[in-house]
């Protein structure tokens, strides 16, 4: 069975027996629990202690769903919202809208913002179909999805009354408390926990992402094994060369050392811009803090080499890159033959799309690294349900490991509460009057 694989052979990187050690070290501190942020070490062994009894009970209530609604609305914002989304958009047909026949539900997101127009959009466009709800918050008050919630939850209510709402909508929360968990219990939905030691970025392997990937058809018992075989992959006790993650982990954070300070994260599948975007906050979230920590920036690549393509080959030497790559799709398409050849392609004439992007990778990778650029290339596989689930853990044991390197507590996100503190004061929650007479002074 083909495994994630990590190439840093383009990053001019050795890695001392030193830094081995350190990334050793991390990483055992990870596995024992007793680094900073302990109290959020509950994925590192998540996936081993999924359950088939979990597993059928997240089928269950999927199918349930499935059975009463054309169109699910996830509501959640942050890590409650783009693991879904990124393991979702990864396994989804980009066109999906255009088929008149659907086999499955669709999963549409809100809450994720407070556009106005994005959620009138939404409502306007779930009239013509059946709808439930899928609402993701451990307290039910932070603002995005809590308004989100009142907006669907009455749509909900006023089409089916509250009974059948009660049918319609499923709670993922805290356990025992919280303003969703109240509401949950006397409402009668069924609820699912996100776990107290589980913190949002890294909860795509609990019911957060779990149930609405269910619900769209992705093969979430895969998704788990995959995460599983990554699990091994990282364990204590396995070769620092033998564990990628402790192995990017260590390059990046040599890198950074070295003077490099935005990391871009691209690939050459569309599909996979939400992985981006999931990346990012995990990252970004969890390194940049205590002034440290490697900006996380995405391309879609060849897309953007026609936009930040001159950049990344000239601009600022500070970039470092990480390209995923999965194997080629079953499905090809082949350049044909044309006879006039007016725009010179002839010399493409039976070669495969994937071919054809496989050297614009290729191609792109030497031009980077000569321009300054070093490269990691995480090759993924097929992608389907199980190499997703690796890449995800993949991604977050590197992003523990490398938190502990760069000397920070990765489980943290004390900077958030700076702007919420503002957002509250200006919109006149109580308790924040003094602070909204101050800032309304600044403005």
Avoid at 75 to 84: D, P, Q, V
Avoid at 151 to 180: F, H, S
Avoid at 351 to 361: G, L, S
């Amino acid at each position: 069975m083909e495994t994630l694989k990590l190439d840093i052979s383009k990053t001019g990187v050795a890695v001392s027996a030193a830094m081995q050690a350190k990334a050793q070290a991390a990483n055992a501190l990870l596995e024992s629990g007793k680094g900073a942020g302990s109290d959020f070490l509950g994925w590192v062994h998540l996936p081993s202690s999924i359950s088939e009894n979990e597993i059928d009970a997240i089928r269950k209530e999927a199918a349930k769903l499935r059975s009463k609604a054309d169109v699910v609305v996830c509501i959640g914002i942050g890590g409650s919202y783009l693991g879904a989304k990124a393991v979702l958009e990864a396994m989804s047909d980009s066109f999906k809208f255009l088929h008149k026949k659907r086999t499955e539900p669709v999963v549409v997101f809100a809450g994720q913002n407070i556009s106005e127009d994005y959620t009138h959009e939404l409502l306007e466009a779930v009239k013509e179909y059946s709808i439930a709800a899928i609402v993701i918050s451990k307290s039910g008050t932070t603002t995005e999805p809590a308004i989100a919630f009142r907006l669907i939850k009455a749509e909900i209510e006023k089409r089916y009354g509250k009974q059948e709402a009660a049918e319609r909508i499923v709670a993922i929360t805290d356990k025992a408390r919280g303003a969703l968990k109240t509401l949950a219990d006397n409402e009668g939905y069924p609820t699912f926990v996100i776990p107290d030691d589980v913190g949002g970025r890294f909860s795509v392997l609990t019911p957060v992402g779990l149930l609405p990937l269910a619900v769209a058809g992705v093969d979430i018992a895969a998704l788990v094994r995959g995460a599983q075989e990554m699990e091994k992959a990282t364990a204590e006790g396995v070769a620092f060369k033998e564990n990628p993650a402790a192995v990017y982990a260590a390059v990046r954070n040599i890198l950074y050392d070295g003077g490099k300070k935005i990391e871009i994260l691209g690939s050459y599948e569309p599909k996979l811009q939400y992985i981006n975007e999931w990346w990012k906050q995990l990252y970004g979230e969890s390194e940049g803090k205590e002034g440290k920590g490697l900006f996380p920036a995405s391309v879609d690549f060849t897309a953007d080499l026609h936009s930040m393509g001159q950049y990344i080959q000239q601009g600022e030497r500070t970039l470092l890159e990480t390209v995923v790559r999965f194997a080629a799709d079953p499905d090809q398409l082949t350049v044909p033959h044309d006879d006039v050849n007016g725009d010179g392609l002839n010399f493409l004439e039976g070669k495969t799309m994937d071919f054809i992007n496989r050297q614009a990778m290729d191609g792109t990778l030497l031009a980077h690294v000569e321009g300054g650029v070093p490269n990691l290339i995480v090759s993924a596989g097929e992608r389907n349900a199980r190499t997703l689930g690796e890449l995800i853990y993949f991604f977050e044991f590197s992003c523990g490991l490398s938190g502990y390197l760069l000397g920070v507590n990765p489980f943290d996100q004390p900077g958030v509460e700076a702007y919420k503190k503002n957002m509250f004061a200006l919109l006149g929650k109580p308790g924040y009057e003094e602070e909204a007479e101050k800032l309304r002074r600044k403005l």
